[in-house]
């Protein structure tokens, strides 16, 4: 395991989970209008549920810098709150040489995250500037949730080997080349379980991050059967709208601790039916 992969396997352990809760702060679906006390409370109330937490740059890009500064306090309380959690910066990257190398300053160094998203449209030389510290996790889009991603990602290409596959298994394969230091990982969605099968075949170890599940309506027990490893673990299963806006009243922070509960208690129901249990 790299320094990234053993950090990731002990999260999952502490908390018995493999749930992700992505921290997606929208002010018109918010019931309270701090977006730090938001995040705080739903922290502070998901805290033993899940092992990684994901915030996604945009909605804080989108405030400006009092959305930066939300998200610089709600990285510092996961620190405290949940010091064994995975903090995922959903920014989905993607530049070469010295863009890329600032992206991965700005990314690990400024802000500080366990791990991060990227976009790997420009193939190595997009994805190699990520990957030089192996305590730094980063997991490459691969194969949407969304219905779109058919659009490329599904288009068949020829491989140096003269055979014809998806374009997300190409991704995928040269991924597992390019992971030499143990810390490459992949985004492949839980709404295309025939996808998710595909890619766990193809690369059967490494750290997969699968989003789609709750409001995108993703099958959670083909995700779990199709996204973990043979372990029933490397697999962070994220779930943001149908936690964070489980409800709209003063009793937001206790609903999304229902939810990731229930997320949990799903996916470890499906473990410790196929003999993957935490105990």
């Not at 099968?197 to 991050?209: G, S």
């Amino acid at each position: 395991m790299s320094g990234f992969t053993e950090r990731l396997e002990q999260a999952s352990t502490a908390t018995e989970s493999l749930v992700c809760v992505g921290l997606d702060p929208d002010p018109t679906r918010m019931p309270i209008p701090d977006v730090y006390e938001f995040n705080r409370s739903i922290v502070d109330a998901t805290a033993t549920l899940a092992c990684a937490y994901k915030p996604n740059l945009a909605f804080y890009e989108a405030m400006g810098l009092t959305g930066l500064e939300a998200l610089q306090g709600t990285i510092a309380h996961i620190r405290s709150a949940a010091p064994a959690a995975i903090i995922i910066g959903d920014a989905k990257r993607g530049d070469i040489g010295p863009s890329a190398q600032a992206y991965t300053k700005a990314m690990f160094q400024v802000w500080e995250f366990d791990a991060i998203t990227i976009n790997a449209w420009g193939g190595q030389d997009t994805v190699a500037p990520f990957l030089e510290d192996e305590s730094k996790g980063v997991f490459v889009w691969c194969r949407g949730s969304n219905p779109g991603s058919a659009d490329f990602q599904d288009v068949r290409v020829t491989t140096q080997g003269e055979t014809s596959v998806p374009l997300y298994r190409k991704m995928a394969l040269d991924c597992q080349k390019w992971n030499t230091n143990g810390n490459l990982g992949l985004v492949v969605g839980a709404t295309v379980p025939l996808q998710l099968q595909d890619v766990r075949a193809t690369c059967p170890t490494m750290p997969f991050l699968i989003p789609g599940v709750g409001a995108q309506g993703g099958d959670l027990e083909a995700a779990v059967r199709q996204g973990t490893d043979t372990r029933g673990r490397a697999a962070l299963i994220n779930s943001s709208r149908g936690i964070i806006y489980a409800s709209t009243g003063a009793d937001f922070a206790q609903a999304a601790a229902r939810e990731a509960d229930k997320l949990r208690t799903s996916i470890n129901q499906v473990l410790e039916a196929d003999g993957k249990g935490w105990s």
